[in-house]
Structures are given as structure tokens and as C-alpha cells.
T-cell receptor, first 116, second 114 residues
């Protein structure tokens, strides 16, 4: 069974700095997909970025990037030049290629607070 | 724009009563899901469906039923609501493919059982 663990419950950072969040996962499948989602204060769940396990390059989208360390089963999220509106709860999630029907497995989330 | 719409946005239900949460998607996706989120926690899968007229149990199905009458619609049913079912419920749709973000989430339904 797949499992996703986020050990950091909350992080506070100053605006315009970089924040890094950790996520480790467990899976028996050799092929899988890793996702990061953001949940805003209104409760909306927004997709941020995705890493496919067979890709060696770290994914980057805007000011979001990933630190994918496959041997360590780790997928960290890096947000550079943070803005106040980056304050949210960030969820790591995964899906096994051979277990598509059962959807995503989520971590418990990391709350990020960005201060001016 | 393709979307997942949940109704109601919030609901107060009485213990022992029946509650139906509705979800409608315009993504033309085959897969639909119901997740539950408790305060301070991630999302947990309740039921899912990959074809109309068929549903499957997720990780925490006890106390919940699901119904998928059409590709577009997926309902979550609490036959006898209990206090422990107070939570926020999210519906999602998806289809397998190489593109990013193959999951689209609804805005959530906040359920309070009293």
C-alpha cells in the first residue's frame, strides 16, 4: 500500500525568501506519480506541480520546483521568492501507475505562513 | 471551463438523519472520487467510481454509500449521519493520461452533524 508522510506541520518564513517542504513516500510500484497541491484559506485545492517517477529531471513550474531524490523516496517542494499569498497548507500526494482507480494518497499537509 | 461542482457548499444535519452530497463534473472524466478532510488533516478516500452505475469502496467507506447514476454525477450518501462524520468533503474527477494535474477538485462541502 502506498503511504505519504509530511513531518513538518508548520513553517513560517519572511516574504521574498525561499521555503522548502519535505515529503517522503512508500510504494511497491516501480512507476508512480508525485503531486503537490495547495489548499487556500477558502478551502480550494489547487494543483501546483507534478513529478513522474521515471523522469530524472526535477520539475519546475513558475516559482515552484521539486527536489526529487528517488533513492530516498523523497519529493521536496521548494518555493522561491515567496509572497504573502503563498500562505496556505501544502499537501504532497502520490498515485501508483498500476493503481490509478484508487486516486491519490495524501500526506497530512504543511502549513506555510509568509510574513511581510 | 471544465469543472467539478459540489452542492451544497455547507450543511447542518441532525444525528440519525440522511444526508446526500452531490457532485457534478463537466470534464468528461471517467473517474470520480469522494474524499473526506478532517480539521488539520489530509484527504482520505471514501468511495470512488470509474464508470456509471458502479462504485467502489475506498479507504474509509464505513457509514457512507455512493451513487454514480451518470458519468457526470457522483453522490455521497450518509444514511444515518453521526457526529463523527462532521468534516469537509471533496469530490474530484480524473482521467489517466500524461498531462499534468489529471485531478480536478470541487470546492468542498462543509458538513456539520449536530
Amino acid at each position: 500500500a502506498q503511504k505519504v508522510t509530511q513531518t513538518q506541520t508548520s513553517i513560517s518564513v519572511m516574504e521574498k525568501t525561499t521555503v522548502t517542504m519535505d515529503c517522503v513516500y512508500e510504494t511497491q510500484d516501480s512507476s508512480y506519480f508525485l503531486f503537490w497541491y495547495k489548499q487556500t484559506a477558502s478551502g480550494e485545492i489547487v494543483f501546483l506541480i507534478r513529478q513522474d517517477s521515471y523522469k530524472k529531471e526535477n520539475a519546475t513550474v513558475g516559482h515552484y520546483s521539486l527536489n526529487f531524490q528517488k533513492p530516498k523516496s523523497s519529493i521536496g517542494l521548494i518555493i522561491t521568492a515567496t509572497q504573502i499569498e503563498d500562505s496556505a497548507v501544502y499537501f504532497c500526494a502520490m498515485r501508483e501507475r498500476n493503481n490509478y482507480a484508487q486516486g491519490l494518497t495524501f500526506g497530512l499537509g504543511t502549513r506555510v505562513s509568509v510574513f511581510p | 471551463e471544465a469543472a467539478v461542482t459540489q452542492s451544497p457548499r455547507s450543511k447542518v444535519a441532525v444525528t440519525g438523519g440522511k444526508v446526500t452530497l452531490s457532485c457534478h463534473q463537466t470534464n468528461n472524466h471517467d473517474y470520480m472520487y469522494w474524499y473526506r478532510q478532517d480539521t488539520g488533516h489530509g484527504l482520505r478516500l471514501i468511495h470512488y467510481s470509474y464508470v456509471a452505475d458502479s462504485t467502489e469502496k475506498g479507504d474509509i467507506p464505513d457509514g457512507y454509500k455512493a451513487s454514480r447514476p451518470s458519468q457526470e454525477n457522483f453522490s455521497l450518501i450518509l444514511e444515518l449521519a453521526s457526529l463523527s462524520q462532521t468534516a469537509v468533503y471533496f469530490c474530484a474527477s480524473s482521467d489517466p493520461g500524461p498531462g499534468d494535474s489529471d485531478y480536478t477538485f470541487g470546492s468542498g462541502t462543509r458538513l456539520l452533524v449536530i
